[in-house]
Nanobody, 123 residues
């Protein structure tokens, strides 16, 4: 499975972005997908995860309500819609996949990673 992220960029505080994670090589119908982020000098943190069916989602507590994860099976793509962005959301955002279920929305539970896309929130 290869994953490629896109959609990052520079946005003002309060703005929105939609990140995309496109899978190739294998169908994402069989993979749980997670979004993670890493800011300079900080550990990588889980943002949101979605089950391989797309029926179950979870979010980091402090992000729920602003971020929405979704899966488009036809496009083999998982999206992360980010609204009301804050400067502290600035980070490199990665998507990652694991076959079947996952134990926790943590980076150790996922084994196929994209290269990341930079999100910068600044005025």
């Amino acid at each position: 499975l290869q994953l490629v992220e896109s959609g990052g960029g520079l946005v003002h505080p309060g703005g929105s972005l939609r990140l995309a994670c496109v899978g190739s090589g294998l169908s994402l119908d069989y993979f749980a997908i997670g979004w993670f982020r890493q800011a300079p000098g900080r550990d990588r943190e889980g943002v949101s995860c979605i089950s391989y069916t797309g029926d179950y989602t979870e979010y980091a507590g402090h992000l729920e309500g602003r971020f929405t994860i979704s899966k488009d099976h036809d496009k083999n793509t998982v999206y992360l819609e980010m609204n009301s962005l804050k400067p502290e959301d600035t980070a490199i955002y990665y998507c990652a996949g694991t076959l079947g279920g996952y134990s926790a929305c943590e980076s150790d539970a996922f084994d196929s990673w994209g290269q990341g896309t930079q999100v910068t929130v600044s005025s």
